[in-house]
């Protein structure tokens, strides 16, 4: 049993044949029984290892990883028609140079549009982003019916569960973005606008000390003073707070 690789890169072609029960390891490095000239794979990147009844797939910890039909995997099985990329090089089978005996071997034994799901569940990598896949849409489904049962529990307690005014904020941040651009400038005007009446030769340090009045006001003003700033009365934060 033989197994005939073809490896493009940078659009060099080559061809590799690999015996039974021997490995192969494809790098950079000049131990390497493949050596591929690119930058992005490392010096001793992946290895293939051919055994009587499958051809297995390992990446040995490179930087930028081992791809199978699109998914980064640490080990997995290979068959004919799969695609393996390693930085800019893609590796793939010669299924017609090959004995009709080793083809029938590596051949999927299943539907082709499985593939993809077997190469998952086969390697542990491709385990982790299934679970990992699994728990985000178990999240979104919870945070979802939260967010139902929360408006529903608003509307049967007719608005008596209300938001304060720092998660109103929170949930409208383009509108508090905007009234906190408008509430800056107006401070900043309101400090800096009568000081180019006054003398220049001190004017740097006037307005030195009208920036940090103004910050202080700001924050004054928008956090701890007023319980609705005018930009957010302008945007309507004050009128969601008030129709809740």
Do not use: W
């Amino acid at each position: 049993m033989k197994v005939v690789f073809k490896i493009k890169s940078k659009g060099v072609q080559s061809e590799h044949t690999m015996d039974l029960n021997t490995t192969v390891n494809i790098g950079r490095s000049r131990s390497a029984q493949i050596q591929v000239q690119d930058q992005k794979i490392s010096g001793n990147h992946c290895s293939f290892f051919l055994k009587r009844d499958r051809l297995e797939l390992t990446d040995k910890d490179s930087k930028n990883g081992t791809y199978l039909n699109g998914i980064r995997i640490e080990q997995s099985e290979v068959f004919v028609g799969d695609q393996v990329r390693i930085g800019d090089t893609l590796i793939t089978i010669e299924e017609e140079k090959m004995s009709p005996e080793s083809v029938d071997i590596l051949t999927f034994p299943g539907p082709k549009n499985e593939r993809i799901d077997y190469a998952l569940k086969a390697d542990f990598t491709g385990a982790r982003i299934q679970n990992q896949q699994y728990h985000e849409r178990i999240q979104k489904a919870a945070d979802s019916a939260a967010h139902d049962k929360e408006v529903y529990l608003r509307l049967k307690a007719k608005s008596k569960i209300r938001l304060d005014k720092h998660e109103i904020r929170a949930r409208y941040k383009m509108r508090s973005l905007i009234a906190t651009m408008f509430d800056g400038a107006l401070i900043v005007f309101f400090f800096v606008f009568p000081i180019f009446t006054l003398s220049r030769k001190l004017m740097p340090a006037i307005l030195l000390g009208a920036g940090v009045m103004s910050a202080v006001a700001f924050f004054f003003v928008t956090f701890k003073k007023m319980r609705f700033t005018l930009g957010e009365q302008i945007t309507g934060i004050e009128e969601l707070y008030k129709k809740q």
